[in-house]
Nanobody, 119 residues
Framework: QVQLQESGGGSVQSGGSLKLSCAAS?????MAWFRQAPGKEREMVAT??????LTLSPSALRGRFTIALENNRLTLQMNSLRPADTAMYYC?????????????????WGQGTQVTVSS
């Protein structure tokens, strides 16, 4: 069983930065940040996995979003935020097999933290 507790969301103007944090308990195989905007499907923002802490993220977000994992705390540094980044952001953890970029791989989810970017 993995428990996840997120923090760090909020409102920011376009071009600003936010850092999300997720405290995790238990062993995980991969961890990730997902986001979901109203009326849209949940999408992966970034994932981190393996002993070497490999990371993957969609090409459109690279250079702006950075995922990290240290001492069981998952973080997401978000820079140069845009109104299109407005969404509920979720921390997720997987303990069993499956691709770390797939939403259906993850069985443990945080409660979500809202990020709102105004123009």
């Amino acid at each position: 069983q993995v428990q996840l507790q997120e923090s760090g969301g909020g409102s920011v103007q376009s071009g600003g930065s936010l850092k999300l944090s997720c405290a995790a308990s238990g062993d995980t195989r991969c961890m990730a940040w997902f986001r979901q905007a109203p009326g849209k499907e949940r999408e992966m923002v970034a994932t981190i996995y393996g002993n070497n802490r490999l990371t993957l993220s969609p090409s459109a977000l690279r250079g702006r979003f950075t995922i990290a994992l240290e001492n069981n705390r998952l973080t997401l540094q978000m820079n140069s935020l845009r109104p299109a980044d407005t969404a509920m952001y979720y921390c997720a953890a997987a303990t069993t097999g499956g691709g770390c970029t797939r939403v259906d791989t993850y069985t443990f989810w945080g409660q979500g933290t809202q990020v709102t970017v105004s123009s």
